[in-house]
T-cell receptor
Framework: GAVVSQHPSRVICKSGTSVKIECRSL??????MFWYRQFPKQSLMLMATSNEGSKATYEQGVEKDKFLINHASLTLSTLTVTSAHPEDSSFYIC?????????????FGPGTRLTVL | QQPVQSPQAVILREGEDAVINCSSS?????VHWYRQKHGEAPVFLMI?????EQKGHEKISASFNEKKQQSSLYLTASQLSYSGTYFCGTAISGNTPLVFGKGTRLSVIA
């Protein structure tokens, strides 16, 4: 299957700082990527859809000024958590759908575990 | 709208079978199944498209009943490695993001 990488895999930061998470599609181009957040023992909740060359689409209840998304190229999307607080601690996972010759499987990156102290 | 998964949790002995269901109140374009182990990202298992189909992946297979908007994941002769949380993700069209169910926690014991 297609490969999606994510960096960093784990980050610990102090309250009030900003954290940037990178998501890359390694072997296919992704005009659209998705950012999910998962709290312990819960499901994956869609935060936003990242669109290459245009503004991201945020789900209801997700603050676009707090979670900045930039999709600068066909293989890279970044999520910046600004002024992070302890309640932002979570597992952040990006994904992309690979449409090349197939029905559009959605592959996930390995995730980033964010801990805000 | 979030699809509904059942059961919430199941415990199996090695070699036993299990069925996990996923249903939606909306007309679906596709259903995607994933398995997630603790602390890891979800791993893609298979995708089923509208029109109704059935797929197999080793001893794991799935079906999609378009009339009922329901998909089922079948695990046969379970192995210890099958343990994890299984999620179904549904899409109402080809370019919309997946919405995931709450997951089914599967534990396979020796």
């Amino acid at each position: 299957g297609a490969v999606v990488s994510q960096h960093p895999s784990r980050v610990i930061c102090k309250s009030g700082t900003s954290v940037k998470i990178e998501c890359r599609s390694l072997d296919f181009q992704a005009t659209t990527m998705f950012w999910y957040r998962q709290f312990p023992k819960q499901s994956l909740m869609l935060m936003a859809t990242s669109n290459e060359g245009s503004k991201a689409t945020y789900e209801q209840g997700v603050e676009k000024d707090k979670f900045l998304i930039n999709h600068a190229s066909l293989t890279l999307s970044t999520l910046t958590v600004t002024s992070a607080h302890p309640e932002d601690s979570s597992f952040y996972i990006c994904s992309a759908r690979d449409w090349q010759g197939g029905p559009g499987e959605q592959f996930f990156g390995p995730g980033t575990r964010l801990t805000v102290l | 709208q979030q699809p509904v998964q059942s059961p919430q949790a199941v415990i199996l002995r090695e070699g036993e079978d299990a069925v996990i269901n996923c249903s939606s109140s909306k007309a679906l374009y596709s259903v995607h199944w994933y398995r997630q182990k603790h602390g890891e990202a979800p791993v893609f298992l298979m995708i089923l498209l509208k029109g109704g189909e059935q797929k197999g992946h080793e001893k794991i297979s799935a079906s999609f009943n378009e009339k009922k908007q329901q998909s089922s994941l079948y695990l046969t002769a379970s192995q210890l490695s099958y343990s994890g949380t299984y999620f179904c993700g549904t899409a109402i069209s080809g370019n919309t993001p997946l919405v995931f169910g709450k997951g089914t926690r599967l534990s396979v014991i020796a």
